[in-house]
């Protein structure tokens, strides 16, 4: 049914939560798996231009970051056999929902999986939510963990 799954992750207890499921989605459609990692743009516009110290150092997080988020995908596809065919991108200075959306138009997927932390209330409506947004800017189907 799926050939070509994305799978969002940011490392979370929540993306894990999701890994396991698209793992074995992929593993019993005998699709694709594509682990991103979107890393949001530099939060200190200008400060960046005067101390490049600080970009250098954030862009330093966010790829030791995904490179675990990684490597926590692929041990998970290697756990059982067959293994999982994966694939992992990083994608810097772009929103979360942005980066997850054009990457699966990129990349030809036909499911997005995700999760979210399940935030309610003020929370939710003053950080907004990656998930609903994925959702809302998506033309493919997406699934959301918790």
């Known amino acids: 049914m799926f050939k070509s799954i994305l799978l969002a992750t940011d490392g979370s207890a929540a993306s894990e939560h999701a890994a396991k499921l698209a793992v074995s989605m992929a593993r019993l459609n005998g699709a694709v798996l594509t682990a991103l990692y979107v890393s949001d743009p530099y939060p200190y516009l200008g400060v960046g231009e005067v101390n490049p110290m600080g970009y250098q150092a954030y862009s330093s997080a966010a790829q030791q970051l995904a490179a675990q988020a990684h490597a926590q995908a692929e041990a998970l596809c290697n756990a059982e056999s067959?293994?999982?065919?994966?694939?992992?991108?990083?994608?810097?200075?772009?929103?979360?929902?942005?980066?997850?959306?054009?990457?699966?138009?990129?990349?030809?997927?036909?499911?997005?999986?995700?999760?979210?932390?399940?935030?309610?209330?003020?929370?939710?409506?003053?950080?907004?939510?990656?998930?609903?947004?994925v959702v809302a800017e998506s033309s493919i189907p997406v699934l959301i963990t918790r």
């Not at 932390?117 to 990656?130: D, W, Y």
């Open 82 to 133: 067959p293994a999982v065919n994966l694939t992992v991108r990083l994608v810097e200075d772009v929103a979360a929902a942005s980066g997850i959306v054009e990457s699966a138009k990129e990349l030809g997927c036909d499911l997005i999986v995700m999760g979210s932390h399940g935030r309610t209330g003020i929370a939710r409506l003053m950080l907004g939510s990656v998930a609903n947004k």
